[in-house]
């Protein structure tokens, strides 16, 4: 399962529940992105919630004026989860906090999985990390990560860390990629970032490349660079199998971003992993590349690739249009990634090479000179596609000076 397939099941599970129905009936929705469905969500529980707003604010008011123990009582023996969640958006946070602390575990998570966190911010701002962390370990018991991941934007850094303490790596993980609220995400890193190490593990031993994935293309470049570069230091058979996943799911444009910011030793790690050397895995990542507008994201990869796997890669390059390529050589020397097409130029024929100097592109003056600086200054190119390039930039800056 794709890590958007694993949002869109989780989004449906979260609409069954405030919808009071089974899952199976709800198919219809199987071509509905999940963006719509938790638009959708959200709108059904509002409208559930308006008509009922009333006696929920009066049962409030009433909780007020009874002593803690008893409002407690009556909310484990009278109201039941789905009515003590409904009211909780109503009580003032300190009393909610108080009352909660008199409940038993249990029936505060099977309180949480009917809460919407939209109206219980204040309460849930509040949740002491003691607390937070009994609830969390019973709701991972239980299985309901999507529950998790519902409040984990809506408490405090302190309550999630403690949270975070009782539960698995495997299960940080499951919990994390089914974030409600997927611009916290990079905090969740922040706040568990001595955890990740074992988390990338626990994807390897328990099949969740999937979920992996989703969390590699929700975060931001630092995080994917740590990322990256821990995962350059699982054992090679572990990394291969990430690729590999990646390659059944077709996760590449997930995976380049990884790669694009990873330290130059992860990378050449990553790159010789044999898992990325098959035929069928270069060309998988080349056509999601230029599919995706991510040539410049494939570049630092393709110029670490030992040289067999470079070549072909070449090869493939070389095949494409003239107007491809000058649009591709034209986004390298915009982003002065004139050393990493280089490698590439390197393991190409002359009669290749010779193509791609007659693009319109490289009979810019500016453009050459930027693409000899790099030859020049860098590994160095094999002396007789070295001298193609150099009599090439000569013969432009030549009809140049001629103007």
Known sequence: MSAADLEHAAEITKLARVLGTDEAELACLADVSPSAIR??????????????????????????????????????????????????????????????????????????????????????????????????AHLVEV??????????GAISDPALRAAAAEISDADLLRVACLLEDRGAIDNVFDVISDRLSGVLAAAGEEGLWPEALGLLYAINDEHRAIMGNLAAQLDPEVLGSLVDVAHETQAWSTLLPVTRVMNIESLRIF?????????????????EALAEGMWLDLLPLAGELPEQSRSY??????????DVLDDLVRQTDDAAQWRSLLPLVGVMGPDEVGTLLKLPVLADAEVMTNALDAASSGEGLPTEIFDLVVAHGEAVGAQFSAV
Do not use: W
């Open 271 to 287: 790159a010789t992993n044999p898992a990325v050397q098959q035929q069928d895995t270069i060309s998988a990542v080349m056509d």
């Open 39 to 136: 638009e959708f969500r959200c709108a059904a529980s509002d409208r559930l919630f308006a008509s009922d707003g009333d006696k929920l604010k009066r049962i409030a008011s009433a909780a007020k004026l009874v002593p803690v123990a008893v409002a407690g009582k009556a909310a484990a023996l009278a109201f039941g989860p789905l009515l003590t969640a409904g009211v909780a958006g109503s009580v003032e946070p300190a009393r909610g906090i108080a009352i909660a602390n008199t409940l038993p575990v249990k029936f505060l998570a099977k309180t949480a999985i009917e809460l919407d966190p939209r109206r219980c911010g204040p309460i849930l701002s509040e949740l002491p990390p003691k607390l937070a962390g009994r609830v969390a």
């Open 313 to 322: 890669l070449a090869g493939r390059i070389a095949d494409l249009g003239p």
């Open 143 to 152: 299985g309901e990560h999507i529950t998790l991941g519902r409040f984990v």
